[in-house]
């Protein structure tokens, strides 16, 4: 209970940070008032009910009808605060899940955490961040308003219920009739509290198991929409490869773990549903039942009898608050937990340390100390010694395939925590391409200038960059349509070399950057390169010598521990 309060809190304090902190503080309170109301007006209607069959009971036709009159007049008002209430208690969920939504994102974002927990791999807790960010914070908002607004109006409730109730049931019960000679005074109180104390015991004893079978669940749906997603961004490797049975197999899989989870929370569901549901049609009923021995022994009349039972019915409704949101609750606590769980993990990643060190370069060039790379199991992948690289003077970064270059360039980039070493550079502006780029899904502008703003250039000038790499078909595209959707793999490249000469960095670490380029494309893109950016350095990791870049040095790793000091060749 202290741990989902906690969760609750911390959670809550994610939506009250930031501005018109204060205004959602008072639609807040807006809200509970208007609820409160409600209060009022149930109060006024179990008046009401006293009134109107008492008329009845006297045969006053007169007074029934003024009755209706005020009937009317509660129930319209009450309609009026009720539509008023939902409306800003909606504006308020808004407001909280945007502040809630922003402060997850920043804290995913913050420092890289979304990588290291992606490298981390699926470490329990972290699965589906798509989902947490999405579904769980409106769950949680969504239920947490819902549940607190109906928890205050019930607490404010049952004591204005229970003080009526009390005036009304002076009467005591007594139990001569079955032999006891005793007389319990308000038994009707009493009665209500142990009916509704036994019921809740009851419930939460059938629906404990409801909570982590809704968890399961909601990962489950996760996965399995993750699996489509997957499908979609992948079909031409997919159709190409005639995978569609594979596919549909693992889709079968996972919806079959939906669907395996589903009986589990469903056969859950009919057990509680089994008590809950004669509860909640009994509820009203069962008053008047407890009531008649007060009619019967003649301490009330039609009238009052009427008002008492729906006086009960009111006290008896508000304490079972926990059995009739027995469900909601349990959603509420997966939720939060699944979010709550989700941002420590992305703190806790965020504070991810170790890797290469970046210290402040001496002099303008780039030296490199002593760095190993290894896997994240802890296998060493290769060890460097020591070396610098003059400014802008290129270097070609060879080795046999899964050695570990890419990994090289990672920990060089400050984003590979199972390394050491030290990488002095100057400050500077540095681009890491990897060997397979990435492109928002916006238009052909926003995926060449990524991540600048394409509006901060002149439009002329990126048309003229596309042209220059090769891609002026590509000119004419819709607005808004996905830049890489149809672009082939070299023309992927052109564009990602494209950006380079876009955003003019001082050092550029390329990642396999012509792959899929045939040598005289390559050579005449790369001549573009060092014309346009003279002066950059650039450190390329390729299977074969890269050609138009003028003097290039090469670095060849191999999985031996490098020699105190690399000494690299310088090829024409
Ligand atoms: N996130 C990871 N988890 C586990 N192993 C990894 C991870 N990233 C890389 N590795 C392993 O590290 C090794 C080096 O990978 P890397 O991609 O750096 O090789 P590479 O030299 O660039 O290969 P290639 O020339 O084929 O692109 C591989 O055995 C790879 O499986």
């Not at 669940?217 to 079909?235: C, H, I, M, P, Y």
């Not at 008649?292 to 009238?303: D, S």
């Not at 370069?361 to 020591?386: F, K, Q």
Request: glycine share 8%.
């Amino acid at each position: 209970m202290v741990r989902v309060l906690s969760q609750f809190w911390r959670l809550m304090a994610l939506c009250l940070r930031g501005d018109y902190r204060k205004l959602g503080l008072v639609m807040f309170a807006v809200v509970v008032g208007l609820d409160l109301l409600g209060v009022y007006a149930t109060i006024r209607l179990i008046e009401w009910t006293g009134a109107f069959y008492g008329a009845l009971e006297q045969f006053d036709a007169a007074e029934a009808v003024r009755q209706v009159g005020i009937f009317g007049i509660i129930v319209t008002l009450n309609a009026i605060r009720h539509l008023v209430g939902l409306y800003i208690r909606k504006r308020l969920e808004m407001r909280w899940r945007r502040s809630l939504t922003s402060n997850v994102l920043d804290i995913w974002l913050a420092n890289k955490a979304y990588w290291h927990m992606s490298v981390a791999g699926g470490a329990e807790g972290v699965d589906n961040p798509d989902q947490r960010i999405a579904e769980d914070v409106v769950i949680f908002l969504q239920k947490l308003l819902s549940e607190a607004l109906d928890l205050i109006s019930r607490v404010v409730g049952l004591f204005s219920y229970l003080v009526v109730l009390w005036s009304l049931a002076q009467f005591p019960l007594s139990l001569a009739p079955i032999g006891i000679p005793i007389e319990i005074p308000h038994y009707m109180i009493w009665a209500a509290f142990i009916y509704v104390a036994l019921c809740t015991g009851l419930t939460h004893l059938l629906g404990k198991p409801l909570k982590p079978l809704l968890v399961q669940q909601q990962k489950r749906e996760a996965d399995f929409r993750f699996a489509l997603v997957r499908l979609r961004s992948n079909t031409e490797a997919v159709a190409l490869g005639n995978g569609e049975a594979a596919e549909r197999r693992l889709l079968g899989d996972r919806f079959e773990a939906i669907s395996t989870n589903w009986g589990h929370l469903i056969r859950r569901e009919l057990i509680l549903g089994g008590f809950t549901y004669p509860f909640n049609s009994s509820v009203l009923r069962i008053p008047l039942f407890v009531a008649l021995p007060g009619y019967l022994a003649g301490h009330v009349a039609f009238g009052g009898l009427m008002q008492l039972s729906s006086a009960f019915s009111s006290v008896v409704t508000t304490l079972s608050w926990f059995i009739f949101s027995y469900r909601d609750l349990a959603e509420l606590v997966a939720a939060s937990s699944r979010l709550d769980n989700f941002i420590t993990a992305a703190r806790r990643a965020g504070e991810t340390r170790g890797g290469v060190a970046a210290d402040p370069a001496l002099n303008d060039s780039i030296e490199i100390e002593n760095v190993a790379v290894a896997t994240p199991t802890g296998r060493p992948l290769l060890c460097l010694g020591r070396f610098n690289i003059a400014p802008g003077e290129t270097i070609w970064v060879r080795g046999a395939s899964g050695l570990g270059k890419s990994t090289l360039l990672k920990a060089l980039a400050g984003l590979w925590p199972y390394a050491s070493g030290c990488l002095r550079c100057a400050v500077g502006n540095q681009i890491f391409l990897p060997q397979r780029p990435y492109f928002p899904s916006a238009s052909i502008y926003s995926a060449l200038t990524y991540p600048q703003d394409p509006s901060s250039y002149e439009q002329a000038y990126l048309d003229d960059v596309l042209t220059r790499v090769g891609l002026a078909n590509r000119i004419d595209s819709a607005p808004g349509q996905d830049p890489a959707q149809g672009l082939s793999g070299g023309e992927e490249q052109r564009l990602a070399l494209g950006r380079l000469l876009v955003l003019k960095p001082d050092c550029i670490w390329l990642d396999e950057p012509t792959s899929a380029l045939d040598i005289a494309a390559e050579a005449q893109l790369f001549a573009l390169l060092r014309t346009e950016l003279p002066r950059a350095t650039m450190v390329i990791v390729a299977h074969r010598q890269p050609k138009g870049l003028g003097p290039v040095r090469m670095m060849e790793l191999d999985e031996e521990p490098a020699s105190a000091q690399t000494q690299i060749p310088v090829l024409a």
